[in-house]
């Protein structure tokens, strides 16, 4: 079995999918590392909200690499708007 290593300080892009699993054009993203815990962070512009639909449902995937380490996941969401854009 492989060591697991604190990926703390990964090159982290996010990328937004509409429900037919089509990239949303401009939907897109670099996540920043917080501090050495292996957290990450990122507020998602109004630019990038304003391309995705209300009450839609997308993934939204994040890719990252540290120290040839490649990693992948999805996160399904739905938009839910609230106030003024």
Request: proline share 2%; glycine share 12%; net charge negative.
């Amino acid at each position: 079995a492989g060591v697991l290593t604190q990926l703390d300080a990964a090159t982290v892009t996010y990328q937004f999918y509409d429900i037919d699993g089509t990239l949303v054009a401009g939907a897109n993203g670099t996540v920043s590392p917080v501090g050495s815990g292996g957290d990450y962070t990122e507020e998602v512009d109004k630019v990038i909200v304003n391309l995705l639909t209300d009450k839609q449902e997308y993934m939204l995937r994040f890719i990252g690499e540290q120290d040839g380490a490649d990693f992948e996941f999805n996160i399904p969401v739905r938009v839910k708007r609230r106030g003024r854009i």
